[in-house]
């Protein structure tokens, strides 16, 4: 299991979930020196407030937590997830069931998440006991995706170009048995040209990536992710804010590998395949210009209005 899940064999702070309409019952359960300061502390179980309660020893005694109601519109589920940057280091577990025990576990294991690639970060050090009936094993895998996607996109362009997501496609792929099969130059250039011209300018040269796993006799499920590690905009270059993030341009091919590891971790009876266009939308003397027209996969002719526009022409290939 994920290193933040425990199955409770040590001692637990109780974290207690309220709402406005919850209160007065979940205190009424607590003891009477509890109540008193929880009272005298003026709690309102508002959406996102805490409390820490005090034992007679000066220790933790337990945390109250604030949510919406279960009947409230927009109600956020996710809402546990805030627990992470207020507790002290520790260990916890659920003394009451919050809307979903489920997602708010996995909201505390996700808010625990950090990117340490580049700097030491010091670890939060909370662990939390497994709610009954959920499955610490299966929530791990999703946060195993989430966390491969996560690390991608945190990742800046110079250490994530088109190589890089290929090698990070080919290390998932050979975690779970998969096939990979990459397409560059020359026949990238004649199978799928638009991708070949939006990536035409960088010197790192674009590629097609393509996973597929599975029993052929399963149904299938095709995944597709924009992987522009990095758009300048091209020649219809962005300013200098809206290049400012443009590292994530990859996140969608890294969303499909996230969602990738998770379906075959689970080993779903799909057949699978993920399909990522890798680029980098680059200027140079051989970029793609306005007005310039490629003829696609499909055959079809496409006039260039803005180099800006990369992510539709990638994609078009790639469907």
Not at 112 to 124: A, C, H, L, V
Not at 165 to 180: C, D, H, P, S
Request: with cysteine; proline share 7%; glycine share 10%.
């Amino acid at each position: 299991m994920h290193p933040i899940f425990t199955t409770g064999a040590e001692p637990a702070v109780p974290i207690l979930f309220v709402t406005t309409a919850t209160f007065d019952q979940v205190i009424a359960n607590v003891d009477d020196r509890e109540r008193t300061f929880v009272h005298a502390a003026g709690f309102e179980p508002k959406p996102g407030r805490f409390l820490f309660v005090p034992a007679a020893d000066g220790k933790l005694a337990g945390v109250l937590f604030g949510l919406e109601n279960a009947d409230a519109p927009g109600t956020d589920l996710f809402r546990p997830g805030q627990l992470v940057s207020l507790l002290p280091p520790g260990t916890y577990r659920f003394a009451n069931t919050p809307h979903d025990a489920r997602l708010a576990a996995l909201a505390i294991a996700l808010g625990d998440y950090q990117f340490t690639r580049y700097r030491k970060t010091q670890p939060r050090n909370l662990k939390l006991v497994v709610p009954d009936g959920v499955d610490g094993d299966d929530l791990t895998r999703i946060i195993e995706g989430v966390t491969l996607a996560r690390d991608l996109i945190n990742t800046p362009a110079n250490d994530m170009g088109p190589v890089e997501l290929e090698q990070a496609a080919r290390t998932l792929a050979k975690r779970f048995g998969a096939n990979v099969e990459v397409t560059t130059g020359e026949p990238l250039a004649r199978h799928f040209p638009l991708v070949a011209a939006v990536g035409a300018g960088s010197a790192r040269a674009p590629r097609l990536i393509d996973i597929t796993w599975g029993n052929e006799a399963h149904p299938k499920i095709t995944l597709v992710g924009k992987g522009v590690c990095f758009d300048t905009g091209g020649l219809d270059i962005k300013n200098d804010a809206g290049m400012l993030n443009m590292k994530k341009d990859m996140a969608g091919g890294a969303t499909a590998l996230g969602l990738a590891h998770m379906i075959m971790a689970r080993k779903l009876k799909v057949r699978l395949r993920v399909i990522i266009p890798a680029v980098e939308n680059s200027i140079s003397g051989t970029s793609f210009r306005p007005r310039d027209i490629f003829r696609s996969r499909k055959g079809i002719t496409v006039e260039i209005g803005n180099t800006d526009a990369e992510g539709r022409l990638i994609l078009a290939d790639a469907l």
